[in-house]
């Protein structure tokens, strides 16, 4: 076990390294001419990129740098750095973070910040702060088992003096005790003196003995490590991933648990939620063949949500075939599906076309802007459903069939199901729940009322999560947040999974991570909650 908990705890020195692995090692250097126009490009090491300098970035390859978008858009994938699950749509003027991934489109940026100022480096150096870092009763505690073993054979030392001389003064009390040294010193000498003598320094060592025997932490040493293997050893028997002795002792203690929300309260992957027909001419499961096999043909995320949902709802492995398709970044997309007929159970669910195999539909999927491109007119009534879904912190997707509006489909980041009753235990015991996410207030909000959570920070940047965590902990007990009897400040524990948590995670007086997210995480964290349910937290807290 001993080698175990040190197998676990060696793995937090990798943090680190998996942070620094998002950063790019080589970027594309492009030289811009007199009119603006791109000319020459070459590839250069990462450490060669300087302020100002112009940087392409294809499709697929990591931004290198942080910077400012100067030609170009595309959606990026920022989930490990803001914990935000769907791509951000990036046009010209809009900044970049270094170590985020570019999905769509090629753009160009101009360097605003490279080396040690990207915001990947300074998470770096939030995260090694921390782990530097100690707690005031841990250097305390240290100070005092410096002198408590020396204190103790120094009390030894004096109780046998004294009892040494109490002897030899007072023989009166060596009186009934039996004495080894005395009477083979007795088959020797006649002395009395010396006999006394001796008595007196077996009885003194006895005494000594005894009293380092009974002030010596032998006990605790011995029941402090028993108790950490058998704590961790349950713990992993359920899922629960206990790096020590620490954590396992200082998570009962907790009196905030704050919680990020993609990931952590949420699944961190869009679904379908919900799909409402707008025309009576279609059903649902025509209607998700043929939108389904649309979004086939696209790589955004919620364009996959689309299509596993209907591959799910008609059980197949394969939709329909696409054509003509033409994807418009920031509205939506054009395309002709055909070859759908065989996704349908039901005879009633196709035309005569369709049993033929011949029928062929001119697909629109997209926002309101991109209906109103395509000249599809949108209802009163559908944009009133569109604005009730969307206040909930739901994306909207509008589908429209041979020109005319059939559907809507809202898609999510879907809440755990345990995560309301994790949050209603925690206040059981008197646990108060927050939530901390760099997400907009408005989807905050909606995901902080279906799991009861009533205090919400918003819109945190990935450098100031660390930062409110510390805040909380510095809170007094006078704070409006949570009121603490008897202490002067809460003990804070943070519940998290992205790269941006690994520097909350170890400001934490208790960090814990989801372990279905990164690499970072786990290791950065204390306990590590293998089966990915929330419940867990309670189940630690009890085990503690």
């Known amino acids: 076990m001993s080698s175990f908990c040190l197998l676990i705890q060696g793995k937090t020195s990798q943090a680190l ?14 030289k811009v001419g007199e009119k603006g126009q791109i000319g020459e490009e070459q590839v250069v090491d990462i450490e060669l990129v300087q302020k100002g300098d112009i940087l392409k970035v294809v499709p697929g390859d990591r931004i290198p740098v942080d910077g400012k978008v100067i030609l170009g858009s595309s959606s990026v994938d920022e989930s490990m750095l803001t914990g935000e699950s ?43 702060d921390a782990q530097m870092s100690k707690a005031p009763i841990q250097r305390f505690a240290d100070k005092i088992a410096g002198y408590f073993v020396p204190g103790i054979i120094a009390l030894s030392v004096l109780t046998w003096i004294i009892w040494f001389s109490i002897g030899v003064t007072n023989p009166s009390t060596l009186e009934g005790k039996e004495c080894t040294l005395n009477t083979n010193h007795s088959r020797n000498s006649s002395s009395s003196q010396e006999d006394t003598e001796y008595c007196a320094v077996e009885n003194a060592f006895l005494y000594a ?9 032998c006990a605790l040493g011995l029941a402090t490590p028993t108790a950490v293997m058998v704590g961790t050893g349950v713990g992993a028997r359920h899922g629960i991933l206990i790096k020590g002795g620490e954590p396992l002792e200082g998570i009962h203690r907790v009196d905030i648990v704050v919680f990020d929300k993609t990931g952590t309260l949420t699944h961190g992957k869009p679904k379908v939620v919900d799909v409402r027909l707008a025309k009576e001419s279609l059903n649902r499961r025509k209607l998700l063949a043929i939108v389904g096999t649309a979004e086939s043909g696209s790589e955004h995320p919620l364009g996959q949500a689309i299509v596993e949902h209907s591959k799910e709802i008609l059980s197949v492995s394969s939709l329909g075939q696409v054509s003509d398709f033409e994807a418009v970044p920031g509205c939506g997309l054009r395309c002709v599906v055909s070859d759908v007929h065989f996704l349908f159970q039901s005879k009633t669910d196709y035309s005569n076309d369709d049993q033929d195999g011949n029928a062929v539909y001119k697909v629109l999927v997209g926002n309101r802007e ?50 309301a009753l994790a949050v209603h235990t925690l206040e059981q015991l008197g646990v108060h729940s927050i939530m901390l996410t760099g997400d907009n207030r408005r989807t905050a909000m909606a995901i902080a ?96």
């Open 209 to 217: 003995v005894t009293v380092l025997a009974i002030a010596c932490p």
């Open 17 to 30: 390294t998996d942070l620094l692995s998002l950063q790019a090692s080589e970027a594309t250097l492009a």
């Open 449 to 544: 009322e279906q799991v009861g959570i009533e205090t919400v920070f918003a819109e945190v940047l990935p450098s100031h999560k660390r930062n409110k965590v510390l805040e909380l902990q510095n809170r007094s007990l006078t704070s409006s947040v949570v009121s603490l009897a008897g202490k002067r400040h809460p003990v804070v524990s943070f519940v998290g999974d992205g790269i941006n948590d690994s520097p909350a995670l170890v400001q934490s007086d208790v960090g814990v991570a989801i372990g279905s997210g990164t690499n970072v995480a786990p290791e950065a964290a204390d306990i590590v909650l293998i089966k990915n349910n929330l419940m867990d937290v309670v189940a630690a807290i009890g085990l503690s």
């Open 370 to 419: 991109w209906m109103r491109r395509n000249q599809v007119d949108v209802a009163a009534e559908i944009d009133r459903s569109m604005h009730d879904h969307e206040s909930l912190g739901q994306t909207v997707v509008l589908t429209a069939v041979n020109g005319e509006l059939m559907a809507t489909i809202s898609i999510a980041d879907t809440v755990r199901s345990e995560a």
């Open 86 to 128: 769907l791509p951000v749509r990036k046009e010209v003027g809009d900044t970049v973070i270094g170590g985020t991934l570019n999905q769509a489109g090629l753009i160009f940026i101009s360097a605003t910040h490279v080396g040690a100022d990207t915001a990947l480096a300074q998470i770096v150096r939030l995260v090694e």
